[in-house]
């Protein structure tokens, strides 16, 4: 029975559960003043999953389980004793051996594979039927059990509700499942890594040069300081110099002087910038603006203006955070009490003193948090400065010369063609840890100024 | 005293909000067919205690429960006990209106259909309009029965919510305060709503209102400070308390 | 604090000086008043001129995108005589009308008759160089829909190959400018056909969208299908049923964090364990859509959290008091009331996913992919994947095959934040 069939057939076979166990609840209910906790369809429904719900994951343990069973049973017959020994050719004539027995392909490179591919067929049919028929008889006991069951004073729906509570536990648990891996691999991956490059010459060693790694002495070319540096000038300097005020005016100029109307057209326009995805913006900084920096930079006497500034890559990438910390800082104002503001104003100074001597200073900590948690989403940007900035990373103040970031050089040490488990490949996990674990620092970090700062107002 | 037989009997109970005891060792027997009303100055735990009765303290983190509340003679905090056939048992209204934001028509069957009370559309439209009868709403909603529950005016929102509760067809009726968010008028509509109801079940009401007491009940109970001080028939309780306490409450002493 | 707001302490009565009214009129108070205005009028241009940048800024990328897209959605074509009974092709309108057409006409060297016609039309401006690699498809689709072309002369537009193309559209080298000159009225404009329904081409004149498009889309239906219900039922579960302790704090605060987790990561995360660990197959829609699944859900947890929280705990406590279960609760009454933001932050978090493009690379759906994919697990590739491989291209008809693409996607996000926001409007309820 091909899975599609067996599927169609437990539905089906649910489904008469469901309306075999619904008509014998009606059957006792009917007649009887008394109250009964579980309506008919809820004994319907506990007796189709009774019966559904063990043949389903049984199959599914059996899809995982059943072709190393069927590879054992191939390896048994005759014919197999032919095959090289454990190892990446025998690996690869049994699944060309698979493809053939399940049609997948139509002739065969290795004469041995068409020679296994009867005993394949065989094998996959044999655990195909043992399979089936588990399911099958499965479905018959857990339906005849719990159609057992179905008897006036038996609560079907205590029991449905607890199968829906352990899937939304298993739901939530998807979200630390996600977590763990995140941990994981990034650990595994990394200390694979720092087995071949000591922990300092990765943290403090000032070459980075992934393109020529001496096998001696991988360290010598894997300092990854001036990423930190560059992610750290581009991200926190360059692009927060440009998002800060402009946010921080932008906030300033919607909740304190612009009439309704405006605030209404104006703030959704500032949040259009935040929905453009990073690639146009990463585009339009490599096609537009890196030209433009690298001229300005000419025509002020920057000999050495680059083409793939750091200063290209910063400007946009805080255009791109702008609304960002206009948010952040629209909620840090609007949090604090009018009071404050009235009483100043009561004592006539003008909107703009009570802005910038009251309402900013008293907004401080929260406009800190928003500031935080911006340099954490632009130290973590990938596309911008894969596409505008530069591939050389420099030790360098100058916003002009050309600068490479953390994501950037992840982006390229994974896209090469080097073999998984290299050197170049594992410092991009390394650098990926770095990266998770400095994001991390400033969330939390932000998190607790901004929650101290709600609560000194609450 | 009253003689009607005792329809839910507490003895002994006692309930924390965390470290919070806010009911201290209260024993009270809820009669058939009568009125009983709580009342005590705010915060002594009436609510708190009305809500034991029908287990809706079970909803709120940390809130436990020790002592017997029994409803016919089963302990409703028994393992074997069904919470949700137990609300239905013993409905519910609170202080402020809460109808559902679905039609009256829907309000009123929610209920019957999740108990399936009903077996066939006439049944339940039967129901609906008994309840909305016996609820005093009929003749008010009958020619808008799709309109949403919400549009109603506030006093026929906690009228709904009565007819919503009656439509379970449940024994016993607890009201937490069901006319503080309500106008005179309305109030009185719902005091004349309790009088008529009297009779086919047990309704217990919370009011910190001493004259609506006097109005609806026969029985009254005087909490202060999470314990009972006093219970007994509402006339005498309010002519002739026997506890200085209560006296001073009801002569407008504190409170 | 300034210093005049500090009360004066005389140190003895001689010092007493008999206290004089504040004059509000005096010249130098007028003076700091005016002063104080102006700054005020400073401060508040300065508000403006923050947003107007910012908008000025959104303003200038959509006119560069726009400018440069539109060209992409319209490729010149070249007007060519054709007469195919020269060319010997052994095909008949009969065998056009079989079953074995597309067969026919592939074997029968209808290229090579195309560039010879162009050879002999356009023998001084460049010959079959000038058409497309593609133009000669457009002459078999011409043929097959009507087999009589095969017996009269004909003439038909074709694509012109990526440079002159590039060139008619006033942006090329001076030689291709000068070919456009000559061939004057033999050229023609019109929709680009196999922008719209191709895949990616190295030739910027027959490289379309339709395959990253495609494969975004089967990547979103992945996202969709697992984020949007595990979402859903832990922001339930978090909500209405989570008991207050440890394991509940970390789960929160494991929520919280994914949604602040770089995008990159997660596709580290991807790479080591869905390519790695789990051998799934590599630029796969499936193993896309499973990487952005898990950066989409925390963010369709929050939004639904704060929709479950907004229904007020009066609806529950009705419920309840009806006899209603736990679940009864949350799925007649709580679900239904949250779901507009429900549905507004899925779509958002969407959008989100529409328009990311780092994870993505990193599980190798930056392949170079010349057919669109069919299945969850071919090798496919996605819009914001293909605009940055697009963008790396050297040949300058990609530039605007790269800004059109933008718009595409643009258009798309627009269109999903268009209807976040509608949703949000036309069912915003206050409690």
């Not at chain 1, 009018?338 to 703009?352: H, K």
């Not at chain 2, 009568?34 to 303290?57: H, Y």
């Amino acid at each position: 029975m091909s899975s599609l069939t067996l599927l169609f057939v437990i539905a089906a076979l649910g489904l008469v559960a469901w309306v075999l166990a619904r008509t014998r609840a009606r059957r006792f209910r009917r007649g009887a003043r008394q109250r009964f906790s579980s309506l008919p369809q809820h004994h319907g429904w506990y007796v189709a999953l009774c019966t559904v719900v063990p043949a389903l994951t049984f199959l599914l343990i059996w899809y995982f389980v059943s072709p190393a069973l069927v590879t054992d049973a191939v390896l048994a017959t005759p014919r197999a004793a032919a095959l090289p020994p454990a190892g990446f050719d025998r690996a690869g004539i049994l699944s060309e051996a698979r493809e053939i027995a399940a049609g997948r392909a139509y002739g065969a490179f290795t004469p041995l594979a068409d020679a296994l591919a009867p005993a394949y067929a065989a094998a996959q049919a044999r655990f195909d039927a043992i399979g089936t028929v588990i399911a099958l008889l499965l479905m018959f006991v857990g339906g005849a059990w719990s159609f057992m069951r179905v008897r006036p004073g038996f609560s079907a729906r205590t029991r449905n509700e607890r199968l829906v509570m352990v899937l939304l536990l298993a739901a939530s648990l998807v979200a630390i499942a996600t977590t763990v891996g995140i941990v994981l691999s990034l650990l595994v991956e990394s200390a694979r890594f720092f087995r071949i490059v000591p922990v300092g010459d990765f943290l403090l060693g000032t070459r980075w040069n992934p393109g020529v790694i001496d096998p001696r002495d991988p360290g010598a070319t894997l300092g990854a300081l001036p990423l930190f540096w560059g992610t750290f000038f581009i991200g926190a300097v360059i692009a927060m110099a440009v998002a800060v005020p402009l946010g921080l005016m932008s906030a300033i100029y919607l909740t304190q002087y612009a009439t309704p109307r405006a605030r209404r057209w104006m703030k959704p326009l500032l949040e259009v910038l935040a929905g453009v995805p990073t690639v146009v913006y990463g585009y339009f900084a490599a096609l537009t603006v890196a030209p433009a920096v690298r001229q300005a930079g000419a025509a002020i006497g920057v000999t050495s203006a680059s083409s793939e500034s750091a200063l290209a890559a910063g400007l946009v990438m805080g255009i791109m955070i702008i609304p960002f910390v206009s948010s952040m800082a629209d909620d840090s104002l609007a949090a604090v009490p009018a009071s404050m503001r009235d009483g100043s104003l009561a004592m006539g100074a003008t909107s703009a003193e009570t802005i910038k001597r009251v309402l900013v200073p008293a907004a401080l900590p929260g406009v800190i948090g928003g500031v935080l948690l911006a340099v954490s989403r632009a130290v973590g940007e990938t596309m911008i400065v894969v596409m505008a900035a530069s591939g050389v990373a420099t030790l360098t103040l100058n916003p002009f010369a050309s600068t490479t970031t953390v994501t950037k050089q992840i982006v390229d040490l994974l896209t090469g063609e080097a073999a998984f488990a290299s050197a170049k490949t594992l410092a991009a996990f390394a650098l990926g840890l770095t990266l998770f674990v400095v994001t991390l620092l400033l969330n939390v970090v932000a998190l607790m100024v901004v929650r101290r700062y709600r609560e000194a107002y609450e | 005293m009253s003689n009607n037989p005792p329809k839910m009997t507490a003895s002994h109970v006692d309930v924390y909000y965390g470290a919070n005891h806010a009911i201290r060792d209260v024993s009270i027997d809820v009669c058939q067919e009568d009125v009983t009303a709580f009342i005590g100055p705010s915060g002594c735990g009436k609510s708190t205690f009305l809500r034991s009765l029908n287990r809706m303290n079970d909803t709120i983190p940390g809130a436990r429960v020790s002592g017997d509340i029994r409803l016919d003679g089963d302990d409703i905090y028994a393992r074997e006990m069904d919470v949700v056939q137990l609300r239905a048992r013993v409905g519910m209204v609170f202080q402020k209106p809460n109808p559902f934001p679905k039609s009256i028509y829907e309000n009123v069957a929610y209920g019957p259909k999740i108990h399936g009370l009903a077996q066939s559309k006439a049944e339940l439209d039967r129901i609906v309009e008994r309840s909305l009868s016996r609820a005093g709403l009929w003749n008010e909603v009958k020619d808008r029965l799709s309109d949403s529950g919400t549009a109603l005016s506030g006093g026929q929102q906690q009228r709904l919510c009565i007819a919503r509760a009656i439509a379970v067809d449940p024994e016993v009726i607890l009201m937490d305060e069901p006319c503080s968010a309500l106008d005179p008028v309305a109030t009185a509509r719902i005091e004349e709503l309790i009088h008529d109801l009297r009779g086919r079940y047990a309704i217990v009401i919370v009011t910190h209102n001493m004259q609506q007491a006097a109005r609806v009940s026969q029985r009254t109970a005087f909490f202060h400070l999470g314990q009972l001080i006093e219970y007994g028939d509402t006339s005498d309780i309010f002519t002739n308390p026997r506890q200085e306490r209560t006296k001073d409450y009801i002569t407008g002493r504190y409170g | 604090m300034s210093k005049s707001l500090v009360p004066h302490v005389p140190v003895s009565a001689a010092e007493v000086a008999p206290h004089r009214p504040t004059d509000w009129r005096s010249d130098a108070m007028e003076r700091r008043v005016r002063r104080r205005y102006a700054a005020e009028r400073r401060f508040r241009l300065m508000g403006l001129g923050a947003v107007v940048v910012s908008a000025g800024f959104l303003a200038f990328l959509l006119i560069v995108m726009i400018a440069q897209g539109h060209l992409g959605f319209v490729e010149t074509r070249v007007t060519l005589p054709l007469d195919l009974r020269q060319a010997r092709l052994g095909l008949t309108a009969e065998r056009l009308r079989g079953p074995g057409a597309d067969l026919a006409l592939a074997g029968a060297g209808l290229e090579r008759a195309v560039d010879a016609a162009a050879n002999r039309a356009f023998a001084t401006e460049g010959g079959a160089a000038l058409l497309s690699d593609g133009a000669w498809l457009r002459v078999r689709d011409a043929v097959k829909r009507d087999p009589h072309l095969l017996g009269r002369p004909f003439t038909l537009d074709l694509p012109v190959a990526s440079a002159i193309d590039v060139a008619a559209k006033g942006n090329g080298t001076p030689a291709a400018e000068r070919t456009v000159a000559a061939l004057g009225a033999h050229l023609s404009r019109g929709i680009a056909r196999d922008f719209l329904t191709g895949a990616d081409s190295t030739d910027a004149t027959r490289a379309g969208i339709w395959g990253a498009l495609k494969g975004s889309l089967l990547t979103m239906f992945v996202t969709l299908a697992l984020a949007f219900p595990v979402g859903v039922l832990s922001a339930i579960y978090l909500e209405e049923y989570a008991p207050r302790n440890r394991a509940t704090d970390f789960l929160e605060v494991s929520i919280n964090n994914l949604a602040a987790v770089p995008s990159i990561v997660f596709g580290l995360l991807g790479l080591a364990v869905f390519l790695g660990t789990l051998h799934l197959p590599r630029s796969a829609p499936l193993v896309g859509g499973l990487t952005l699944a898990l950066m989409t859900m925390p963010v369709i947890v929050i939004a639904s959290r704060n929709a479950i929280r907004a229904v007020p705990p009066s609806i529950r406590d009705a419920a309840l008091a009806v006899g209603a279960s736990p679940i009864q609760v949350v799925s007649h009454h709580v679900l239904p009331l949250a779901a507009p933001g429900i549905l507004t932050g899925t779509i958002i978090g969407m959008a989100r996913a529409l328009g990311e493009t780092a994870p993505l690379l990193m599980i190798g759906m930056r392949a170079f992919i010349a057919a669109p994919p069919d299945r969850l697990t071919d090798p496919a590739t996605a819009l914001p994947v293909q605009i940055f491989l697009w963008s790396d291209q050297v040949s300058r008809g990609f530039v605007e095959k790269t800004s059109a693409a933008i718009l595409v996607l643009l258009v798309f996000l627009l269109a999903m934040n268009g209807v976040a926001i509608f949703l949000r409007n036309r069912f915003e309820t206050r409690w």
